[in-house]
């Protein structure tokens, strides 16, 4: 079975600061990864995904990340935050083969700072 | 393109109650579908999974049932609802690929 960790459940940033939220996680096979935003009260919208490739992906509102595969870590980045970017971030593993289903992490309350 | 509804958007419920929550994704055919249920402060809880019509898959035993009367129809129920049944849910739908798009969700209150 797969798991996730995000490290922090909390991040307060400066607006147009940068941001890393860190993801972690455990698979004995290979996986996707995944990274979805929740504003309140909505559902989940899908930033980014990691399928094969380029370790490097970018995603929407200037999202990335960047798969690690030796530190098993997925963390996301953006260089430069707007109040907007105020939300949860979610990371998800889903094995390669097999059935669909996400396993995901309990989430990060990102806070933008004016 | 595709689409996701659920409703309702929110519903308060005293315990004891009955509950039907119903997702219908349109644009697509032969969606995989999900239940998902997000508890206060933490991550989101696979509840059940829908590869076809009438197949319903159990990640968690619990008060709660599902089923697919439709090919984009998923209907979450509970015939008595218990205070731990508060939460965000969430319906999400996949086809023939590596993501899941999901719904704007419904907050249960159960009082």
């Known amino acids: 079975a797969q798991s996730v960790t995000q490290l922090d459940s909390q991040v307060p940033v400066f607006e147009e600061a940068p941001v890393e939220l860190r993801c972690n996680y455990s698979?004995?096979?290979?996986?996707?990864l995944f990274w979805y935003v929740q504003y309140p009260n909505q559902g989940l919208q899908l930033l980014l995904k990691?399928?094969?490739?380029?370790?490097l992906v970018k995603g929407i509102n200037g999202f990335e990340a960047e798969f690690n595969k030796s530190q098993t870590s997925f963390h996301l980045r953006k260089p430069s935050v707007h109040i907007s970017d105020t939300a949860e971030y979610f990371c998800?593993?889903?094995?390669?083969?097999?059935?669909?289903?996400?396993?995901f992490g309990t989430g990060t309350r990102l806070t933008i700072i004016p | 393109s595709q689409t996701i509804h659920q409703w309702p958007a929110t519903l308060v419920q005293p315990v004891g109650s009955p509950l039907s929550l119903e997702c219908t994704v349109e644009?697509?055919?032969?969606?995989?579908l999900y239940w998902y249920r997000q508890a206060a402060g933490r991550g989101l809880q696979l509840l059940f999974y829908?590869?076809?019509?009438?197949?319903i898959s159990s990640e968690v035993p619990q008060n709660l049932s599902a089923s697919r009367p439709q090919d984009r129809q998923f209907i979450l129920s509970s015939k008595k609802l218990l205070l731990s049944d508060s939460g965000f849910y969430l319906c999400?739908?996949?086809?023939?690929?590596?993501?899941?798009?999901f719904g704007p969700g419904t907050r249960l209150t159960v009082l």
């Open positions: 644009g697509t055919s032969n969606p995989n």
């Open positions: 698979s004995s096979v290979s996986v996707y």
């Open positions: 829908s590869v076809g019509i009438g197949q």
């Open positions: 990691y399928l094969s490739g380029s370790t």
């Open positions: 999400a739908w996949s086809v023939f690929s590596d993501t899941q798009y």
């Open positions: 998800a593993v889903r094995t390669i083969f097999g059935n669909e289903k996400l396993t």
